[in-house]
């Protein structure tokens, strides 16, 4: 019961701690709901800012085409905006007829830069736009992602509660089972304690009719001798023995001696008898009137009275049935506390009595191998969960992966640009030395605006060269930023999963544990069984020995009173 109790009171704390962990993750996921709903507040802020925008677009467009104002002036080489004249400028919709379109340089928009040139660039608004539909793409997908975590881990949680519920039923059928086991053990023992004390009363019985018995042998041993002494008092043994003996007067005397001491002590033994057999009786009849039973009680108020009283006079038929009656009045209290007497069934079996119908709910109840198997079903559950989550991980895990080999291919590919245009460039300088060659050798009839158309081509392929080199080690940037943050996220979830390991394998420690403190419960219990039906055995053999033996003796002695009672009826035929 203590072991119960210990395992009992570990899972409650087990239990507890889980829902302490299930309400810190429903907090976590509600102050991440929290965030989600400010983003998006932010979201619907921006976006009616925008509408905001194109409601002043809309108001300023008749405005701007019928003054004609001056154009709008250069950017500047920091701004790096082009020029756009009103007339050519469209309309701004942003989801309706334009199609959105980055800005050439990514800049961020300063808001000097707004509150100089408002919204009539194009760009501006391309810009802002943009970087909207960016924020709002980067927050669904993280949302879905984190979504998507909880979902995991609230499974996880919802199965190790299950888990841990399973498990408190199992306790608490376990421990309903000890308790009737315990309950039929007092039952048990109650019954045992009824049957020693109808025992206990019946040997008392026993005592008593076996001391009259006793009495009664005394008296007539005691008639008898009485009865042989006055035979030899009348000289029937004498005669006998002159017959035999025809010279007999040389013991005349001595046996005259002999039988004067053969009467007296006959006579004391007679008197010692009935002195017995009167207090004997006189003890059961106060017995039978007091309600007092046993050898524990006190008979030296009986000696006192009955000295003085009884003495005197002889002991009669009377008296001698009165004894009788005793001796019978004790054998019938001796079977009918004998009959009180329950059959007692064994410690470690079931009872063989019929179970009394269940109500409907205690029918709804489990039973302990139900309730084991719904155990180990919640088990299997929670380990599902474990592995759904170590899935999403290695899920996780292999987009990490992909997104460094894609930005392993980015950067071979700028790799490849970068030697592509070391090559031009090489192939401009070889070209460079070799004109400068011929025009040392000279060649100078050469025209000059060919060069010139020459060099700019050369710096239009720059221009281009270059630019597609802007462009991939932005994507270079974003790729490894993406990879980076990637990387930390795969990083808690493998520190995440490594503790979840940890707790499975501590679990499964626990569970195998446990298995092994029952099963040897079970061979300790299965030793205790095996032992005390080896003692019933025994016992029963023993009893069984005993019967058998006072059957045997009962036999006997049946056998034997016969010839007493001829012997005794031919030794009175030869007193009279």
């Given at each position: 019961?203590?072991?119960?109790a210990?395992?009992?009171a570990?899972?409650?704390?087990?239990?507890?701690?889980?829902?302490?962990?299930?309400?810190?993750?429903?907090e976590?996921?509600?102050?991440?709901?929290?965030?989600?709903?400010g983003?998006?507040?932010?979201?619907?802020r921006?976006?009616?800012?925008?509408?905001?925008?194109?409601?002043?677009?809309?108001?300023?467009t008749p405005?701007?085409?019928?003054?004609?104002?001056a154009?709008c002036?250069?950017g500047t080489?920091?701004?790096?905006?082009?020029?756009v004249p009103?007339?050519?400028?469209?309309v701004?919709?942003?989801?309706e007829r334009?199609?959105?379109r980055k800005m050439?340089n990514?800049?961020q928009?300063t808001?000097s830069q707004?509150?100089t040139?408002?919204?009539?660039?194009?760009?501006l608004?391309e810009s802002?736009v943009s970087?909207?539909?960016?924020?709002d793409?980067?927050e669904l997908?993280?949302?879905?992602?984190?979504r998507?975590?909880?979902e995991i881990?609230?499974?996880?949680l919802?199965?190790?509660?299950?888990?841990?519920?399973?498990?408190n039923?199992?306790l608490?059928?376990?421990?309903d089972e000890?308790k009737?086991?315990?309950d039929?053990?007092s039952l048990?023992?109650?019954?045992?304690?009824s049957n020693a004390?109808a025992?206990?009363?019946a040997?008392?019985?026993?005592?008593?009719a076996i001391?009259a018995?006793d009495?009664?042998?005394?008296?007539?041993?005691?008639?008898l001798?009485l009865?042989?002494?006055?035979?030899r008092?009348?000289?029937?043994?004498n005669?006998?023995n002159?017959r035999?003996?025809?010279?007999g007067t040389d013991?005349?005397n001595d046996?005259?001696?002999?039988v004067?001491?053969?009467l007296?002590r006959?006579?004391?033994?007679?008197q010692?008898?009935?002195?017995?057999?009167?207090?004997?009786?006189?003890r059961?009849?106060?017995?039978s009137?007091t309600?007092g039973?046993g050898p524990?009680?006190d008979y030296?108020h009986?000696?006192?009275?009955?000295s003085s009283?009884?003495?005197?006079?002889?002991?009669?038929?009377?008296?001698?049935?009165?004894l009788r009656?005793?001796i019978?009045?004790l054998?019938?209290?001796?079977?009918?506390v004998?009959?009180?007497v329950?059959?007692?069934e064994?410690?470690?079996?079931?009872p063989?009595?019929t179970?009394?119908?269940?109500?409907l709910a205690?029918a709804?109840?489990?039973?302990l191998?139900?309730?084991v198997l719904?155990?180990e079903l919640m088990a299997m559950r929670?380990d599902?969960?474990?592995?759904?989550?170590?899935?999403?991980?290695l899920?996780k895990?292999?987009?990490?992966?992909e997104?460094?080999?894609s930005s392993?291919?980015?950067?071979?590919?700028?790799?490849e640009a970068?030697?592509?245009?070391?090559?031009v460039?090489?192939?401009?300088v070889e070209?460079r030395l070799?004109?400068?060659?011929q025009?040392?050798l000279?060649?100078e009839?050469e025209d000059?605006?060919s060069?010139?158309?020459?060099?700019?081509r050369?710096?239009a392929?720059?221009k281009?060269?270059?630019?597609?080199?802007?462009t991939?080690?932005?994507?270079?940037?974003?790729n490894?930023?993406l990879?980076?943050?990637q990387?930390?996220?795969?990083?808690?979830?493998l520190?995440?999963?490594?503790?979840?390991l940890?707790?499975?394998?501590?679990?499964?420690?626990?569970?195998?544990q446990?298995?092994?403190?029952?099963?040897?419960?079970q061979?300790l219990?299965?030793?205790?069984r095996?032992s005390?039906?080896?003692?019933t055995?025994?016992q029963?053999?023993?009893t069984?020995?005993?019967?058998?033996a006072?059957s045997?003796s009962?036999s006997?002695?049946s056998?034997?009173q016969?010839g007493?009672q001829s012997h005794s009826s031919?030794?009175?035929?030869?007193?009279?």
């Amino acid at each position: 019961m203590a072991a119960l109790a210990e395992e009992l009171a570990q899972v409650r704390a087990e239990n507890a701690a889980l829902q302490e962990q299930l309400v810190r993750q429903e907090e976590d996921l509600s102050r991440a709901r929290g965030i989600l709903g400010g983003l998006r507040g932010d979201r619907d802020r921006l976006r009616k800012k925008i509408r905001e925008v194109e409601g002043k677009l809309q108001q300023d467009t008749p405005h701007c085409a019928t003054s004609a104002p001056a154009p709008c002036p250069v950017g500047t080489p920091a701004s790096n905006m082009a020029v756009v004249p009103q007339d050519d400028m469209p309309v701004c919709k942003v989801a309706e007829r334009v199609v959105l379109r980055k800005m050439d340089n990514n800049r961020q928009i300063t808001g000097s830069q707004l509150a100089t040139y408002g919204v009539c660039n194009t760009v501006l608004a391309e810009s802002l736009v943009s970087e909207l539909q960016e924020a709002d793409l980067q927050e669904l997908s993280r949302s879905e992602a984190v979504r998507r975590q909880y979902e995991i881990e609230t499974e996880r949680l919802t199965s190790r509660l299950e888990h841990a519920r399973a498990q408190n039923a199992v306790l608490a059928l376990t421990l309903d089972e000890s308790k009737t086991q315990c309950d039929r053990l007092s039952l048990l023992v109650g019954k045992y304690e009824s049957n020693a004390t109808a025992l206990r009363l019946a040997l008392t019985y026993s005592d008593r009719a076996i001391e009259a018995y006793d009495v009664l042998v005394a008296l007539l041993e005691s008639e008898l001798g009485l009865l042989l002494a006055n035979c030899r008092a009348a000289g029937i043994g004498n005669q006998i023995n002159m017959r035999d003996n025809d010279s007999g007067t040389d013991g005349d005397n001595d046996c005259a001696g002999e039988v004067a001491a053969l009467l007296r002590r006959a006579g004391e033994n007679r008197q010692a008898a009935e002195t017995v057999a009167r207090h004997l009786l006189s003890r059961l009849d106060n017995a039978s009137t007091t309600g007092g039973m046993g050898p524990w009680d006190d008979y030296s108020h009986t000696t006192s009275t009955s000295s003085s009283s009884d003495c005197c006079s002889e002991w009669g038929q009377g008296e001698e049935r009165r004894l009788r009656d005793h001796i019978g009045k004790l054998k019938t209290d001796r079977s009918s506390v004998r009959a009180t007497v329950v059959e007692l069934e064994s410690c470690h079996a079931e009872p063989l009595s019929t179970r009394q119908p269940m109500s409907l709910a205690e029918a709804r109840k489990l039973d302990l191998e139900t309730a084991v198997l719904m155990q180990e079903l919640m088990a299997m559950r929670e380990d599902k969960a474990e592995l759904r989550a170590r899935v999403y991980l290695l899920e996780k895990e292999r987009s990490a992966l992909e997104l460094k080999l894609s930005s392993q291919e980015a950067h071979q590919a700028a790799q490849e640009a970068t030697v592509q245009h070391l090559q031009v460039q090489l192939q401009d300088v070889e070209r460079r030395l070799q004109a400068q060659h011929q025009q040392d050798l000279g060649c100078e009839g050469e025209d000059g605006e060919s060069e010139l158309a020459d060099a700019l081509r050369r710096e239009a392929r720059l221009k281009e060269r270059l630019q597609e080199l802007v462009t991939t080690l932005e994507k270079v940037g974003k790729n490894s930023e993406l990879r980076h943050q990637q990387s930390a996220d795969l990083v808690n979830d493998l520190k995440r999963a490594n503790s979840a390991l940890v707790q499975t394998l501590e679990r499964s420690k626990k569970k195998y544990q446990s298995r092994l403190k029952k099963l040897e419960q079970q061979m300790l219990g299965m030793v205790e069984r095996h032992s005390a039906q080896v003692r019933t055995l025994k016992q029963k053999i023993n009893t069984l020995e005993e019967e058998l033996a006072t059957s045997k003796s009962n036999s006997f002695h049946s056998h034997q009173q016969p010839g007493n009672q001829s012997h005794s009826s031919g030794a009175s035929e030869t007193s009279l």
